[in-house]
Antibody, heavy 119, light 116 residues
Framework: QITLKESGPTLVKPTQTLTLTCTFS??????????VGWIRQPPGKALEWLAL???????RYSPSLKSRLTITKDTSKNQVVLTMTNMDPVDTATYYC???????????WGQGTLVTVSS | QPVLTQPPSASASLGASVTLTCTLS???????VDWYQQRPGKGPRFVMR????????SKGDGIPDRFSVLGSGLNRYLTIKNIQEEDESDYHC?????????????FGGGTKLTVL
């Protein structure tokens, strides 16, 4: 059974750096083809893809946010970490991590974590 | 990259059927689209992937047979038959585009389905 859970601060101040951790079980990020992605959703708005990391450390970023994002993995801990610099109130959203196998869909998602950016 | 367009809302009576539409922008008629269900206060749940030939791969875990998909031209459809109260959700479509450093995943604006 594949499960993912996001964790991190619920409140960050403008200009600060956000660090989110996705802790998963039921699969390994050392298995060929496996990937974990991050997607966010501002309150009442659409989903927005942020980043994706694969088992071989191949990384993909949203072009509009690439300069602010870093995605890394710790295979031994079954974790993927996303950092986003220079946070702004418009970055207030629920942040989700999700499992992906190769060029297929995000088939398992976490419950999400709400991050509010406010001074 | 493609733009995915979804009507913001839809409604159907309990036990009826409804078809939700995700429309790809011009030039992307060969793209596959993923459908996701998002119940109130929950994370998205994968429903199924659809191309012009219909379903691609398998349905998501626990998705009932009442859910089906079709693809035609620029449109990708999700049909729900015998609608139940638990089907009241936001439905999102998403698609991959590009490869390597040009890879992106795009999502539509979502359709809120109300069960009457």
């Amino acid at each position: 059974q594949i499960t993912l859970k996001e964790s991190g601060p619920t409140l960050v101040k403008p200009t600060q750096t956000l660090t989110l951790t996705c802790t998963f079980s039921g699969f390994s990020l050392s298995t060929s083809g496996v990937g974990v992605g991050w997607i966010r959703q501002p309150p009442g708005k659409a989903l927005e893809w942020l980043a994706l990391i694969y088992w071989d450390d191949d990384k993909r970023y949203s072009p509009s946010l690439k300069s602010r994002l870093t995605i890394t993995k710790d295979t031994s801990k079954n974790q993927v970490v996303l950092t986003m610099t220079n946070m702004d109130p418009v970055d207030t959203a629920t942040y989700y991590c999700a499992h992906r196998l190769g060029p297929t869909q995000f088939d398992y998602w976490g419950q999400g974590t709400l991050v509010t950016v406010s001074s | 990259q493609p733009v995915l367009t979804q009507p913001p809302s839809a409604s159907a009576s309990l036990g009826a059927s409804v078809t939700l539409t995700c429309t790809l922008s011009s030039g992307y008629s060969n793209y596959k689209v993923d459908w996701y269900q998002q119940r109130p206060g929950k994370g998205p749940r994968f429903v199924m992937r659809v191309g012009t030939g219909g379903i691609v791969g398998s349905k998501g875990d626990g998705i009932p047979d009442r859910f089906s998909v079709l693809g035609s031209g620029l449109n990708r459809y999700l049909t729900i038959k015998n609608i139940q109260e638990e089907d009241e959700s936001d439905y999102h479509c998403g698609a991959d585009h590009g490869s390597g450093s040009n890879f992106v995943v795009v999502f539509g604006g979502g359709t809120k389905l109300t069960v009457l």
